[in-house]
C-alpha cells in the first residue's frame, strides 16, 4: 500500500487501464446480451418489416410446385400444359432464386418447372428462369407400365 502512494501517477495509469479492460468485456457482454434477443422495431416502422413476410409467403407459394427439372420432360409426369416462361432475379442465394421461381410460377397456376436454368452475376447476385408448365402424374393419366408376370405371358415369348 505505501507504494501505491509513493506512486501516485502509477497509481493512476493502472486505475485506468482496469477501468478500459472492464469496459470492454462490459461492452461485449452487452452486445452479447443483445444478439442472442430477437429484433425490436419500432412501431412507426414496423410496416417497413416486409423481406420477412415476402420471403414467407413466397416459400408458401413455392410448395404449391411439385418438381422441377433442368430438361424438357420430367420423369413421372406428363405435361399437360405450357403456361409461360418465367424469369426472377437478384437473390443472394441460388436456393433463394430456385424458390422465388418456384413461387412465380406457381403465381401463374403452373404446378412444375422445366429447363430450369441459374447464373450467377457479376455482382454475386443469383437469377433462375424455366418454364411453367402443368402436369399430370404418369399413374393418373393410366401409362404406367405393366410389370406383372401376366403381362409377360401375353405378349409371347421375346426374340
Not at 454475386?124 to 405393366?146: E, F, H, I
Amino acid at each position: 500500500m505505501e507504494w501505491f502512494k509513493d506512486h501516485p501517477g502509477y497509481t493512476l495509469v493502472i486505475l485506468v487501464i482496469l477501468l478500459g479492460v472492464l469496459w470492454r468485456y462490459v461492452r461485449r457482454w452487452r452486445r452479447c446480451r443483445r444478439s442472442s434477443r430477437p429484433v425490436r422495431l419500432h412501431p412507426n416502422l414496423q410496416k417497413y418489416s416486409g423481406p420477412q413476410q415476402l420471403a414467407t409467403e413466397r416459400r408458401r407459394e413455392a410448395q404449391k410446385v411439385l418438381t422441377t427439372s433442368s430438361t424438357a420432360q420430367i420423369t413421372g409426369y406428363e405435361i399437360v400444359e405450357q403456361v409461360e416462361a418465367v424469369f426472377v432475379d437478384g437473390f443472394s442465394r441460388p436456393e433463394e432464386a430456385l424458390e422465388g421461381l418456384k413461387a412465380a410460377a406457381a403465381l401463374k397456376g403452373a404446378n412444375a418447372l422445366v429447363n430450369v436454368r441459374q447464373e450467377r452475376s457479376s455482382a454475386g447476385r443469383y437469377s433462375a428462369s424455366g418454364d411453367a408448365v402443368k402436369v399430370a402424374s404418369n399413374t393418373l393419366l393410366g401409362d404406367q407400365p405393366d410389370n406383372s408376370a401376366d403381362a409377360s405371358r401375353r405378349r409371347g415369348p421375346s426374340t
